[in-house]
């Protein structure tokens, strides 16, 4: 598809307002919301293809959470498109003002592989709650899920509104070189400058959903049995190929033994002995990450686990303590299924660790102590967190999540979706009955009346 000719296409769609009626927007949700149900299996397939996800998995943090934010769009929508009335102001009395939000136009979406489905489904519902046609761009490493994706919306939507752009960077680069009316890429922060700088030449806004170092601090106040199950449930989640997975953990010294212990018995609760034979245990994606993760196996001690098969692109569950200094593996983001330990003595130590990295994505907090928990909370900027908790924030539609610096700009899920996509208009609207001549020249005299009223 010439993607000068589609861009063209979209834009004379929406420019004939077909999508920006209320009733229109409900009826691509509902259609949408079918689809998904119908071609459920054909996702579940083609991402069990791609790296062997469990059907489990899927459904629960691919298919289900789209439901979920359609579902929450069609119950707010008509509340979020009407006006919406503010005050007036003294110096404009009298007057009614109002905000309004409108579609953009044209949305370019560009996702990654590692929910392929999810994260190339959920912005549409909310560029097309908010009135927008959408063109799709899945990811090319994915190509089983990237091709079922252009199959099913490409026989129930016609691309000049939905359209779906497979291929790879090539195919990126064309389409990052049209004048779309909005961006939304989720992906690395090395691609997400590319988009940004691209995005740049006609000034479209953009929303950056990328990555980082997500920290996961464990106190010792904090119920270490319960942390190492959550723990290891959300790093292990898609054999750890989560952007919001705690990349790393900060365990407080005399903290440690113990939970490693139950970290290794959590993972041993899941995935059994030989998490190679486990049916819930995804590969990694291609050769070359398998290859990028194997390399961080040899920057610390292996406390647990360590197997691995090429062939398979297999990569057990893996503990990784004594971490080498200056280790890559505590640079770069993990993205995979190692979870570096390593410890702090003071809690101030551990911010120390963090506030030294970019900005990251997730924040974690294992503890019972209040005041550790303020501290924590209050000393470290990133996108989103969770208390005794990982990655489970993200299935609330009314807590935005998106990053911050390094980790991205801007935000979606539930409402925050709807005003991602929607640019606010403001509207004053006065009346000619009355016509206060302060504001016109000759100004002689009126200047100490404006330093009162505007003080
Ligand atoms: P990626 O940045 O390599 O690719 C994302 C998309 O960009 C793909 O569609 C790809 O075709 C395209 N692309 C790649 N190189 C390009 C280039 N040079 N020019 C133009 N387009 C290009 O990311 P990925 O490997 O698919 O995904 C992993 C990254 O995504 C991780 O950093 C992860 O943390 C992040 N991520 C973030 C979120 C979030 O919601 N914040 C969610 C999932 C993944």
Not at 165 to 180: D, I
């Amino acid at each position: 598809m010439n993607p000068v000719e589609l861009v063209k296409r979209q834009k004379a769609y929406f420019r004939s307002g077909a999508t920006k009626s209320v009733e229109f927007r409900m009826k691509q949700l509902e259609l949408l919301k079918e689809v998904i149900t119908k071609h459920e299996q054909d996702f579940v397939d083609a991402i069990f293809k791609d790296f062997r996800k469990p059907e489990f998995e899927t459904y629960a943090t691919e298919i289900g959470i789209i439901h979920d934010e359609i579902n929450y769009a069609l119950k707010n929508l008509e509340n979020w498109t009407k006006k919406q009335r503010v005050s007036g102001s003294l110096v404009n009395f009298p007057s009614k003002n109002y905000t309004v939000a409108e579609p953009y136009g044209s949305v370019l979406i560009i996702a990654p592989w590692n929910y392929p489905v999810q994260l190339a489904l959920l912005p549409v519902v909310g560029a097309v709650a908010a009135g927008n046609t959408v063109v799709i761009k899945p990811s090319e490493l994915t190509p089983n899920t990237s091709s079922a994706i252009a199959g099913i919306m490409s026989t129930y939507f016609q691309d000049k509104f939905i359209a779906v752009a497979e291929g790879g960077v090539e195919v990126n680069q064309k389409l990052l070189e049209q004048e779309f009316d909005y961006i939304f890429f989720t992906g690395s922060t090395r691609v997400g400058k590319i988009v940004m700088k691209a995005a740049a030449e006609y000034l479209t806004p953009v929303t950056l959903e990328l990555g980082g170092k997500s920290p996961c601090i464990v106190d010792k106040s904090a119920n270490l049995e319960i942390s190492a199950r959550r723990i290891a449930w959300g790093k292990f989640l898609n054999a750890g190929q989560t952007c919001v997975a705690p990349d790393y953990i900060l365990v407080q010294e005399n903290s440690k033994n113990d939970l490693l212990k139950h970290l290794k018995s959590a993972i041993w609760d899941f995935y059994g002995e030989d998490p190679g034979e486990s049916p819930d245990y995804p590969r990694i994606v291609n050769e070359d990450h398998f290859n990028r993760l194997m390399g961080y196996l040899k920057e610390g001690s292996v406390f647990y686990g360590g197997q691995s098969d090429k062939k398979e692109r297999y990569i057990s569950p893996t503990i990784l303590t004594d971490i080498e200094p200056n280790a890559s593996v505590m640079e770069e983001e993990i993205f995979g299924p190692i979870l570096p330990v390593l410890t702090f003595k003071e809690i101030e130590e551990a911010i120390d660790i963090i506030n030294k990295k970019p900005k990251p994505l997730a924040f974690y907090v294992f503890t019972e102590d209040d005041k550790n928990e303020s501290l924590l909370m209050e000393s470290c900027s990133f996108g989103g967190g969770a208390v005794n908790d990982v990655v489970a924030h993200l299935g609330n539609p009314n807590l935005p999540f998106g990053g911050i610096g390094n980790s991205g700009m801007g935000a979606y899920h539930g409402k925050t979706s709807f005003d991602t996509f929607s640019h606010t208009k403001s509207i004053m609207k006065k009346t000619s009955w009355l016509d206060i001549p302060f504001r016109y020249a000759p100004y002689e005299g009126k200047l100490k009346w404006i330093k009162k009223i505007l003080k």
